[in-house]
T-cell receptor, first 117, second 109 residues
Framework: DVKVTQSSRYLVKRTGEKVFLECVQD?????MFWYRQDPGLGLRLIYF???????EKGDIPEGYSVSREKKERFSLILESASTNQTSMYLC????????????????FGEGSRLTVL | GQNIDQPTEMTATEGAIVQINCTYQ??????LFWYQQHAGEAPTFLSY??LDGLEEKGRFSSFLSRSKGYSYLLLKELQMKDSASYLC??????????WGAGTKLIIKP
């Protein structure tokens, strides 16, 4: 079974702290994604990566950065946490797809619920 | 702008059938996905439609009409374990997923 593991299920941080959210997948997937999930809103893409050391901004990258030094690991960094970053963070991975062979099935981690006080 | 609409919440009875609708307006179309998410858990893939018509997978079926920008997820013989949120997502012309806010399905005995 594909497994996407997020390092922390629940975190409580203070405003201004640096926060690291780690995600590891064991299926050799090329693509990895970080989303945030808030009540009443669809999943919003923060950053994604199609390859090692490669990153692309999603819809809401402000206040976040990412790191992908190894294929299996994709880290989300909040340089200076703020209360409006209180949310559920979901990591996902998928195989590379192209053109007419798009399936795009995402495999998600359990999520990291971050509270910033 | 790009938009995915689905009902916020639905209630159904165990053993019955329920249809969850999803309408979309996106820049291009490369397929529509349905995911299931139980409370406190990760979303899991249910179905993918890229051509018009009905795709059946056990108790779950998914329908797509590209001309109408419309899809539905049909759940038959409802079980209590089907209580979950159902997320609709469309892949646009840039192969990016646009997500609806999800439909919370409540199953009553």
């Amino acid at each position: 079974d594909v497994k996407v593991t997020q390092s922390s299920r629940y975190l409580v941080k203070r405003t201004g702290e640096k926060v690291f959210l780690e995600c590891v997948q064991d299926m050799d997937h090329e693509n990895m994604f970080w989303y945030r999930q808030d009540p009443g809103l669809g999943l919003r893409l923060i950053y994604f990566s199609y390859d090692v050391k490669m990153k692309e901004k999603g819809d809401i990258p402000e206040g976040y950065s990412v790191s992908r030094e190894k294929k299996e690991r994709f880290s989300l960094i909040l340089e200076s946490a703020s209360t409006n970053q209180t949310s559920m963070y979901l990591c996902a991975s998928s195989f590379w797809t192209s053109g007419s062979m798009v399936t795009g099935e995402l495999f998600f981690g359990e999520g990291s619920r971050l509270t910033v006080l | 702008g790009q938009n995915i609409d689905q009902p916020t919440e639905m209630t159904a009875t165990e053993g019955a059938i329920v249809q969850i609708n999803c309408t979309y307006q996106t820049s291009g179309f490369n397929g529509l996905f349905w995911y299931q998410q139980h409370a406190g858990e990760a979303p899991t893939f249910l179905s993918y439609n890229v051509l018009d018509g009905l795709e059946e997978k056990g108790r779950f079926s998914s329908f797509l009409s590209r001309s109408k920008g419309y899809s539905y997820l049909l759940l038959k013989e409802l079980q209590m374990k089907d209580s979950a949120s159902y997320l609709c997502a469309v892949m646009d012309s840039n192969y990016q997923l646009i997500w609806g806010a999800g439909t919370k399905l409540i199953i009553k005995p």
